[in-house]
């Protein structure tokens, strides 16, 4: 099978959702890209709990993964707690990937169908290959709403709106473009894009390489220096602007007329400045469901959003350095 991950969303939307919770559909807005860059988050995260990915698993380390999977008091527990009091755990328990595992592995199946995935169990290496690089980058663009004063920067409800006229195409080639042209440092002299990497291995060494060949480096926070990055978890490696955000926001506000109204609008309907997620949730809800937008007003958005498209730099960068970039 070539990805445990994007075979489990498949057998679930088409065989358990709605016969245990309707996750897929309240949980994650019915939209399976976003359903799968959650679960990748998830996996993640019990990888960080536990030392191996629940996607990469073979059949003698079921009994393994079933007893991780419901352990208290560990960070994946916790972690699984705070979203929506355990989805993920429920989403990998009993009714679910669990339910799928025993399908896959105790189903006769034919040698082709039943292809198993690729397991390192000598190198505790974690494997990353492009599909699932870029899927954890998306769904790391699309959650990175912003609250300035001056103008807010609601990605996720600009989402919805270009999704809801038929614009997804737009929106989402505007994801891709800063994806593809993020700066990857391969060596303190020496880059590319992320549109030429096609896989990332990660030891617990703390070594990453790039293509199986280049070492992963990282700019750092102070003096303009790149040096080798150390990292154990694809977590530390952040998608860092060059020039912060603020600054590109800020620079260009008086240009951007699409999104000042949609900010005015936003700040209305909120009775006040929008300065959080919940406010921002409650009110882009209600904007997205209320408020009728022309083919004019959205070329305009469409204008603003590709403005800011062309002043976007974005680098790979270790989570120690960026944190001290912010200092």
């Known amino acids: 099978m070539k990805n445990l991950l994007i075979n489990f969303v498949d057998w679930y939307l088409e065989t358990n959702e709605g016969k245990t919770a309707n996750f897929f559909v309240h949980t994650f807005k019915s939209d399976r890209d976003f359903f799968i860059a959650e679960l990748s988050d998830y996996a993640v995260e019990f990888a960080l709990a536990y030392g191996y990915n629940p996607f990469k698993v073979d059949k003698d380390k079921l009994d393994i993964l079933k007893a991780d999977i419901y352990r208290k008091g560990t960070p994946f527990s916790e972690f699984s707690e705070s979203k929506s009091n355990h989805v993920p755990r429920a989403l990998f328990g009993k009714n679910n990937y669990q339910k799928f595992l025993d399908t896959l592995y105790t189903e006769k199946k034919s040698s082709a169908s039943l292809k198993a995935p690729v397991v390192r169990k000598q190198t505790n290496v974690y494997h990353y290959e492009k599909e699932e690089l870029q899927k954890n980058f998306i769904f790391r663009l699309i959650t990175q709403d912003r609250y300035y004063e001056f103008l807010c920067f609601p990605i996720s409800v600009l989402k919805k709106i270009f999704y809801g006229y038929d614009r997804r195409e737009f929106f989402d080639n505007w994801i891709n473009t800063q994806i593809d042209n993020i700066t990857v440092y391969t060596s303190p002299s020496t880059k590319i894009l992320f549109k030429d990497v096609e896989t990332l291995d990660i030891s617990k060494d703390g070594i ?30 952040v998608i860092d602007h060059i020039e912060s955000f603020v600054n ?5 506000k008086d240009q951007l007329p699409a999104l000042q109204i949609i900010h005015n609008v936003l700040e209305n309907i909120n009775d006040g400045r929008v300065s959080n997620y919940e406010a921002l949730k409650n009110a882009g809800n209600y904007l997205v469901s209320n408020v009728e937008f022309t083919p004019s007003e959205l070329d305009g958005l469409e204008k603003d959003m590709n403005l800011i498209l062309s002043k976007i730099e974005l680098q790979l960068m270790d989570k120690g350095e960026h944190r001290g970039k912010k200092k």
């Open 208 to 237: 990453a390489l790039i293509n199986g060949k280049h070492n992963l480096h990282t700019a750092v926070s102070v003096g303009g220096a790149v040096i080798e990055a150390y990292t154990t978890t694809l977590q530390d490696i």
């Open 248 to 252: 590109v926001l800020y620079t260009l």
